[in-house]
């Protein structure tokens, strides 16, 4: 499955050699479609114009190729919207006051900031109130993991943790900022986040490969007393939790009783499977390159360990076929084009695919329709987009409201519980069992949740104004 991008082509086209309506044939004849032309320069021998085509195919040069090999023309630029969006960063530092005088430079600097200083070494929880940490995130990588791309390491990691930032600030009003580690080594990941975290009141782990991505959670989660959350397992399995409880109830199932595979253990395989046996869950396959993950099998993977002792209490044995034998629902998180049409065939009937993969899904959307009562992907040009940003931001702003020690287990079932009761039961049908990351009651409806739970539990050091009525704004 390909995804489509914009290119402009600038052109100069000499008249006496080639017209414009060769260049328009050659650009379809390589695939592209022309959606906008711009002159630049008109001259008695030569054009100079900006061709904007829209072409399938986001790695496709076929165009500039056939382009460049016409005789009359000059390519003199090309442009992709997408590398233009990144141009110079995505993100920047703005300062909330300007300082137009010396006064300014006073208060906000030296001399005025010494007073500042000093009230918080003799008191360091005055920095949640006296500095930007309050509202203040990492996200943080080694680069082992971005994306489907896998280990490009620290730089091209830079462009995602950019975008995530973007989001952080857009949909929660929170300051976050890219800390793209040049280390793969767990200690020293470990060691340089613990340095640098009492500028943050949180850390958002991002893009760290499986298995070293649990060791480095549950240390920092340990060692810090500030909310820790690896959004590539928590995340996903949040979002997927919560348009599961939807889709069970559109067909009429139980989470209980439900038969549910899960395919690709990973990160976020294994954080799916413990939180949907937290939620209830009692009947999962989880299956991985190895085939199904079962007692009685020595497997490196201590999460794949826990896991052959709490999924598959039939015992089965084999791979992808024989898990999904009957299943109600098939959750992917794996690769492209795993799933065929003779396994969901062989689902349940009402069954439930969630086809994860991203950019490719387990299976092509069209090909499953026909047989699967409800689908979803993790891609936004389909229905039902199973996708981390309805619940990063929202986590994060009702952590920081409360000031939250960590984020548990009750406060990640909250969150699903939350996103899925977006979509209200008239509104719930087999093409929205998800609300929108554009919906504006996601992240604020999360982040009630959040602060209740860590209320409930004792993670909460602070109570927000807003949250419970003439209560005190500090515990």
């Not at 791309?149 to 952080?168: H, S």
Request: charged share 20%.
């Amino acid at each position: 499955m390909s995804i489509s991008t914009t290119m402009i082509i600038r052109l100069e086209i000499r008249k006496s050699i080639t017209s414009f309506g060769d260049v328009a044939s050659r650009i379809a004849g390589a695939g592209g479609d022309i959606v906008a032309i711009d002159v630049i320069r008109a001259g008695k021998e030569v054009t100079t114009r900006d061709i904007t085509v829209n072409v399938q195919d986001a790695g496709n040069e076929e165009v500039v190729r056939e382009l460049s090999d016409m005789p009359g023309i000059k390519v003199i630029n090309v442009s992709d919207r997408t590398f233009l969006a990144h141009l110079g960063g995505k993100i920047e530092i703005m300062p909330k006051m300007p300082i137009k005088n010396r006064e300014d430079l006073s208060q906000v600097y030296t001399p005025g900031v010494a007073r500042v200083c000093t009230a918080i070494a003799e008191d360091p929880n005055k920095a949640y109130s006296l500095t930007m940490k309050r509202n203040t995130v990492a996200v943080v990588t080694d680069g082992t993991a971005v994306l489907g791309l896998g280990d490009i390491g620290p730089e091209a990691a830079m462009p995602v943790m950019e975008g995530k930032a973007m989001l952080f600030k857009q949909l929660a009003g929170i300051d976050a900022f890219p800390l793209c580690l040049n280390t793969k080594d767990p200690d020293e990941i470990v060691s340089i986040v613990k340095a640098v975290s009492p500028g943050f009141g949180g850390i958002n782990l991002e893009d760290i490969a499986s298995p070293r991505c649990f060791e480095i959670e549950r240390r920092l989660a340990a060692e810090l007393d500030i909310p820790v959350f690896h959004d590539d397992q928590h995340g996903t399995a949040i979002v997927a939790l919560a348009g599961l409880l939807n889709a069970l109830k559109v067909v009429g199932k139980s989470i209980e009783t439900a038969r549910i595979i899960v395919v690709g253990i990973g990160a976020a395989g294994v954080s799916i499977c413990n939180l949907l046996l937290a939620a209830g869950a009692t009947h999962i396959v989880a299956v991985d390159r190895e085939g199904i993950i079962r007692q009685g099998k020595a497997y490196s993977n201590t999460q794949w360990l826990r896991l052959a002792e709490v999924t598959n209490p039939e015992g089965r044995a084999g791979g992808l076929t024989e898990a999904i034998h009957g299943a109600d629902v098939f959750i992917g998180v794996s690769g492209g084009g795993i799933l065929t049409v003779d396994h969901v065939k062989s689902m349940a009937q009402d069954s439930i695919v969630f086809a994860m993969a991203n950019p490719n899904p387990e299976i092509e959307p069209e090909l499953a329709e026909p047989y699967v009562r409800v689908l979803a992907t993790g891609r936004s040009d389909y229905p039902n987009q199973i996708n981390n940003v309805l619940c990063f931001p929202g986590i994060f702003r009702g952590a920081l409201d409360c000031r939250a020690r960590s984020v548990n287990l009750e406060m990640k079932l909250a969150a699903a519980k939350a996103i899925a009761a977006v979509v209200q039961p008239e509104e719930r049908n087999e093409q929205y069992i998800i609300p929108s990351i554009f919906n504006d009651k996601v992240v604020e409806m999360v982040r009630i949740a959040v602060i209740g739970a860590a209320i409930l539990t004792g993670q909460a050091r602070r109570v927000p104004p807003d949250f419970f009525v003439g209560e005190s704004s500090e515990r």
